[in-house]
């Protein structure tokens, strides 16, 4: 006996591997798909993880920001010392 897949539109039987529904040319999924779907579903409504701002994640975020752009800022300063210097301008001490 022939296997056949449920076409999920129009509920018609399409032989199992056809990519498109005889009746309504809907896309089929193959059979293995259909049940990793539903067991993929499962998965997710059992071990839903929520995750909950903390002051933690804040800080966490707070002090990688500073830092990034602290680093950032004196890249950029750097950058600009060596072009000041590369065309022979003076820099002042309280500048």
Same mark, same amino acid.
């Given at each position: ?10 509920s ?15 896309? *089929?999924?193959?059979? &293995? ?5 539903? +067991?993929? @579903?499962? $998965?997710?409504?059992?071990?839903? =993880?929520? %995750? ?8 966490? *975020?707070?002090?990688? &920001?500073l830092?990034?752009?602290?680093? +950032?800022? @004196?890249? $950029?300063?750097?950058?600009?010392? =060596?072009? %000041? ?11």
């Amino acid at each position: 006996m022939e296997q056949k897949t449920t076409c999920p539109k129009c509920s018609s039987q399409n032989p199992v591997g056809q990519q498109f529904c005889g009746a309504c040319g809907a896309k *089929l999924a193959d059979e &293995m798909q259909q049940d990793l779907n539903k +067991v993929m @579903g499962q $998965l997710v409504k059992r071990y839903q =993880i929520k %995750v909950k701002p903390t002051w933690d994640l804040a800080w966490g *975020l707070y002090w990688r &920001m500073l830092l990034l752009g602290l680093l +950032v800022a @004196g890249t $950029l300063y750097f950058i600009a010392m =060596i072009i %000041v210097l590369a065309l022979g301008l003076t820099v002042s001490p309280w500048f």
